[in-house]
């Protein structure tokens, strides 16, 4: 089957999971402290065509382009005011650590819209989906009325942040590359405040127009190569 079929394929495929990318992004334009996803492409393998476009010049041509992976923008954003009695932020870098209390598997997150949940006899500070946040021990945080005006909330840090895997609930989970967490340092905890989304909707909404086009004029590339086949096919007959 001619080329173009398998590199218009690709390009649909690509510019769908960008989409996507893009409205899942805009979906969360005002969850706290939810980072920006950034779409990563690659070109395929280019290959020599029959013949010279001139004389010293090899004439290529490509196979289309893959989604390589998604990228997050952890870049921080504003932190405004909230009416939270358990509501926090982190000024600089870091994530909270949170964890399961079904699976015990730890994640990672920068929303500090904390509530307080009833386990047992005892108050516990936990994350809007319900898991257990985590002091710089790494222990649930217990809360009652003797408990400090600020509770021992941890802000832990990687070395490096590049490839976390995004586990949905706007949490995240480290990878080999990134290393072992560990006590960040140069974070402050900010009490009564939260951090805005960093996602630029304007920024997004242009992207969402490129996509579509790219899309279209894949489609357009599929329709094109078949009517070429149709062509190819009743000259034959």
């Known amino acids: 089957?001619?080329?173009?079929?398998?590199?218009?394929?690709?390009?649909?495929?690509?510019?769908?999971?960008?989409?996507?990318?893009?409205?899942?992004?805009?979906?969360?334009?005002?969850?706290?402290?939810?980072?920006?996803?950034?779409?990563?492409?690659?070109?395929?393998?280019?290959y020599e065509m029959k013949g010279k476009a001139q004389e010293n010049n090899e004439l290529l041509t490509g196979t289309g382009?893959?989604?390589?992976k998604a990228d997050t923008d952890f870049s921080q954003m504003t932190l405004v005011e909230s009416e939270g009695d358990y509501h926090y932020a982190i000024e600089g870098d870091g994530f909270f650590m949170v964890r399961d209390p079904d699976t015990n598997a730890i994640t990672y997150t920068r929303d500090g819209s904390f509530s307080l949940?009833?386990?047992?006899?005892d108050f516990y500070l936990i994350t809007s989906t319900g898991k257990l946040v985590l002091d710089q021990n790494r222990n649930p945080i217990r809360v009652d009325d003797n408990s400090p005006d600020t509770l021992p909330i941890g802000i832990f840090d990687f070395v490096n942040k590049n490839g976390m895997l995004s586990v949905g609930d706007n949490e995240f989970t480290p990878v080999a590359k990134n290393g072992a967490p560990f006590n960040a340092q140069n974070a402050r905890l900010r009490k009564g405040m939260l951090e805005q989304?960093?996602?630029?909707?304007?920024?997004?909404?242009?992207k969402v127009i490129e996509a579509q086009r790219a899309y279209s004029y894949a489609l357009r590339m599929?329709?094109?190569?078949?009517?070429?086949?149709?062509?190819?096919?009743?000259?034959?007959?």
Do not use: C, H
């Open 222 to 237: 599929v329709q094109t190569s078949d009517e070429i086949e149709n062509t190819i096919n009743n000259l034959r007959t």
């Open 197 to 206: 989304s960093n996602v630029d909707f304007a920024d997004q909404m242009t």
């Open 1 to 46: 089957m001619n080329q173009s079929f398998y590199t218009a394929a690709l390009g649909v495929g690509s510019e769908q999971y960008k989409l996507d990318i893009l409205a899942n992004n805009t979906a969360n334009v005002n969850t706290w402290g939810y980072k920006t996803k950034v779409p990563i492409f690659s070109e395929l393998m280019y």
């Open 117 to 121: 949940s009833l386990r047992g006899n």
């Open 65 to 68: 382009m893959r989604v390589q």
